[in-house]
Every structure is written in structure tokens, then in C-alpha cells.
């Protein structure tokens, strides 16, 4: 009778089990494919946040333009412009509208109570600053060391942020009900509420033309300047947004 050999079969070659060297290039493999769908995901996040940041500001600086336009060319009888020169450098100005009381206006208030809109660069909070700081910057006077460009914020005030009785205390309607202010309005060294319209430049420039010199001022008393130069500058932009608006 005949029996097999006593001994176990062979194994195909195919057959055997995965070595440790095989197991760690597998895995290698797998950390390497994860960390690619890792970047392309969180680089399409990324691009998507940035995209939508640039549409947001987009819009608003697209609504102060429209509102700046709209206020500018319906000017009543009586109704001045002044422009002050705060300071040079960085350039910082005041633009200041007196006598009309829809300027700038929003939500379910008609008018202003006291027709006097101020437009200014305010200076941003050092923290936040350092917070949002973004790529762009310019080199120190010296040229030695890269230091971040200076940023502000777009902003206005107007008397009607704090109204008052004839004894001093805030009117039911004031929007600011205390001297201090609050999260959204803050007051200046002079006690003046500045409300935010574009809360990150880094520079804005207003020029008036004046016919009779035939110049372009970046500072003037209050009048009816024919024509109003807008240059405004935004982070991470290189080209200056430029507006030129009449008056009416």
C-alpha cells in the first residue's frame, strides 16, 4: 500500500507572508499618499478662505465707493467739503462733509440729527496688527531689517453716535449710551465714536482740485471743490484703487 512522505508540502513562492521591510514600505507608502490628500485639501481650504476674504472686501470697498459717489453728487445749497492734513507720513487725513444730513447713512434711520460725517484712517491696535499681519512689507529705513507695512482702518464718526439731552445724559436713541462706548464704538482722545467702514487699509489719500491755482491739494478749507480725488490702498495689493468724483 502506499502511503506519502512524511514531510510537509512545499509552498508556492507566492504563497509566503509579507516581510517586516515589506510591511514598512507599505506603510511609508500610505503616510505618503495621506499627506498628499492632507496638502491638497487643506490648500483648497486655504484658497477657498482667501477667495472669499477678497470677495468680501471687494464688496465693501465697492459699497463705500457707491455711498462716497452718491453722497458727493447730491450736495445741498449750504453743504461744504474740508479736507485736513493730519499728518504726512504715514499720510493720514480728515474728510470731513457738513450739511448733509443722508450722508453715509444706513439701516432705519432717515438722517443724521447733526449733518457732520468725518472719514479718517484710524490706527489699528498693535495686537491686532501683529495678528493679522499678512506677507507684504517694507523694508526699514536702513534697509537692514523687513518689518510689516503699517496698517488702518477706514472709519467714520458722526455727533449722532452719542446725543445728548441739555443736562448731559444719553438720549433713549443715542446708539452709544456711555462715554466709554462699547465692543463696536470706541472713543478717541477727543470723545468722538469711530465706526469701522473698511477695517483693513494701508493707505488712503484724498485730493481736491482747485480750479483757480490749477492744483491738486491734499489739504483744504471747507468749500465746494469741483472735483475729488480718491487713491486708496489695500493689503497685499500693489496698485492703488483711484476714483475721481464731481460734485454737484
Given at each position: 500500500m502506499?502511503t506519502?512522505p512524511?514531510?510537509?508540502?512545499?509552498?508556492?513562492?507566492?504563497?509566503?507572508g509579507l516581510?517586516?521591510?515589506?510591511?514598512?514600505?507599505?506603510?511609508?507608502?500610505?503616510?505618503?499618499m495621506?499627506?498628499?490628500?492632507?496638502a491638497i485639501?487643506?490648500?483648497?481650504?486655504?484658497s477657498?478662505?482667501?477667495?472669499?476674504?477678497?470677495q468680501?472686501?471687494?464688496?465693501?470697498?465697492?459699497?463705500?465707493?457707491?455711498?462716497?459717489r452718491?453722497a458727493?453728487t447730491?450736495l445741498?445749497?449750504?453743504?461744504?467739503i474740508?479736507l485736513?492734513?493730519?499728518?504726512?507720513e504715514p499720510?493720514?487725513q480728515?474728510f470731513?462733509l457738513?450739511?448733509?444730513?443722508?450722508?453715509f447713512i444706513?439701516?432705519?434711520?432717515?438722517r443724521?440729527e447733526q449733518?457732520?460725517v468725518?472719514l479718517a484712517?484710524?490706527?489699528?491696535?498693535?495686537?491686532?496688527?501683529a495678528?493679522?499681519?499678512?506677507?507684504?512689507?517694507?523694508?526699514?529705513?536702513?534697509g537692514?531689517?523687513?518689518?510689516p507695512?503699517?496698517?488702518?482702518?477706514?472709519a467714520?464718526?458722526?455727533?449722532?453716535?452719542?446725543r445728548t439731552d441739555?443736562?448731559?445724559?444719553?438720549?433713549p436713541?443715542?446708539?452709544?449710551?456711555?462715554r466709554q462706548?462699547?465692543?463696536?464704538?470706541?472713543?478717541?482722545?477727543?470723545g468722538?465714536?469711530w465706526?469701522?467702514?473698511?477695517?483693513e487699509?494701508e493707505r488712503?489719500?484724498?485730493?481736491?482740485?482747485d480750479p483757480s491755482?490749477?492744483?491738486?491739494?491734499?489739504?483744504m478749507p471747507?468749500?465746494?471743490?469741483?472735483?475729488i480725488?480718491?487713491?486708496?490702498?489695500l493689503?497685499?495689493r500693489k496698485t492703488?484703487?483711484?476714483?475721481?468724483?464731481g460734485t454737484?
Open positions: 502506499f506519502a512524511d514531510h510537509p508540502p512545499r509552498r508556492h513562492p507566492q504563497s509566503r516581510t517586516l521591510l515589506e510591511v514598512v514600505v507599505g506603510l511609508a507608502i500610505l503616510g505618503l495621506a499627506g498628499a490628500i492632507y485639501v487643506a490648500g483648497s481650504i486655504e477657498a478662505v482667501t477667495l472669499q476674504n477678497l468680501t472686501e471687494d464688496r465693501r470697498v465697492e459699497t463705500f465707493l457707491n455711498q462716497t452718491l458727493l447730491s445741498p445749497a449750504g453743504a461744504t474740508e485736513r492734513l493730519l499728518e504726512n499720510l493720514r480728515e470731513i457738513r450739511g448733509l444730513p443722508t450722508a444706513w439701516g432705519q434711520r432717515s443724521w449733518a457732520t468725518t484712517p484710524q490706527p489699528r491696535p498693535e495686537e491686532r496688527l495678528k493679522m499681519a499678512r506677507p507684504s512689507s517694507r523694508l526699514d529705513p536702513r537692514q531689517n523687513d518689518i507695512a503699517r496698517r488702518f482702518s477706514l467714520l464718526t458722526v455727533p449722532d453716535f452719542f441739555a443736562d448731559g445724559e444719553p438720549l436713541d443715542s446708539p452709544v449710551q456711555s462706548g462699547h465692543q463696536l464704538l470706541r472713543p478717541d482722545l477727543e468722538r465714536f465706526m469701522e467702514l473698511l477695517p487699509i488712503i489719500q484724498w485730493r481736491f482740485y491755482r490749477k492744483q491738486w491739494l491734499e489739504k471747507p468749500g465746494r471743490p469741483p472735483m480725488e480718491l487713491q486708496l490702498t493689503p497685499g492703488p484703487l483711484r476714483a475721481v468724483f454737484a
